[in-house]
């Protein structure tokens, strides 16, 4: 009996043995299964971290560019379409404020023909008159004193020359045909003038 129990102790020694190498096979081989997948990973990130050839980038930099170039485009649109609406509503206050003086000089007009007193007309286009150089003043319209004063080109332009009714008045204004104005320090109008010579 003892060679039975010996044949039976060395048929599962086999069979231990025999499963202890197909579980190190297994392992091998599930070894070599990660490895195979890890190498295959490193090659995906390789690959997603190559470099863009120079078709890719050329492509990129020109939809850069048509980007770019669509949105300058719609900038100068826009603000072009800004100035035209800022031109066309510019002068609303200005006009606004010029509407008073209108509506003075209409009831002046119905005035004239009503009256017989020709005094009352004078002294209302004077106040209208007033009312308007006062308007002027306030949107920074002044004149520019020219009679008796030296020709500057810069503020006068001369209309004719006239032989001088004093040797003061060689190369001076003496008569302003059309009076010259600044808005703000600057030269709005330029005086039209007869020059003493």
Known sequence: MAKKSE??????NKKIEVEE?????QVQSASEQEESVDEAA???TKEETKEPTMEEKLAELQDRYLRLSAEYDNFRKRTLKEKIDLQKSANVNLLDAL????DDFDRAMQSVEETKDIEAVKEGMKLISGKFQGFLSQQGVKEIEAVNKSF?????EAITKIPAPSKKLKGKVVDVIQKGYYLNEKVLRFSKVVIGE
């Open 152 to 156: 500057n080109t810069d503020l006068h």
């Open 99 to 102: 509407l008073p003086v209108a």
């Open 7 to 12: 044949k039976a102790e060395k048929q599962q």
């Open 42 to 44: 490193e090659e995906e």
């Open 21 to 25: 190498n197909l579980n190190e096979e």
